[in-house]
């Protein structure tokens, strides 16, 4: 169970990364707020899953609910960060193609 949340984790990551830098290179930067939306679906689909987790997990030891507290807590930020790296990527992409345009023969 642990292992899918992690790769829940990644793969959401992926998916609002890429999604998020697709719709505002290809339909404008206010596209971009759609990925805030994937960003929080995400991150109610997280909660709920350590929810359910957490109730199934009654007889582990601490440490174990200790550790698995702490890997929904990195795919928080793993979502979290990918969103503001969809952003930062985007910013680059602009100047980069602004210079580019610009300046061609340079």
Partial sequence: MIEFVILLGLIGGW?????????????GKMWG?????????????????KRKYMQAVVDY???AKEIALHI?????LILLSSY??????????QKY????INFPHT
């Fill in 15 to 27: 998916i609002i990364l890429a999604s998020t830098l697709f719709l505002m290179l290809a339909l």
């Fill in 33 to 49: 707020l759609l990925g805030v939306l994937f960003m929080v679906f995400s991150i109610q689909l997280n909660q709920t899953l």
């Fill in 61 to 63: 030891s601490p440490r």
């Fill in 84 to 93: 503001l790296a969809s952003i930062a990527l985007y910013e680059v992409i």
């Fill in 72 to 76: 929904f807590e990195m795919n928080e």
């Fill in 97 to 100: 193609v602004e210079i580019t």
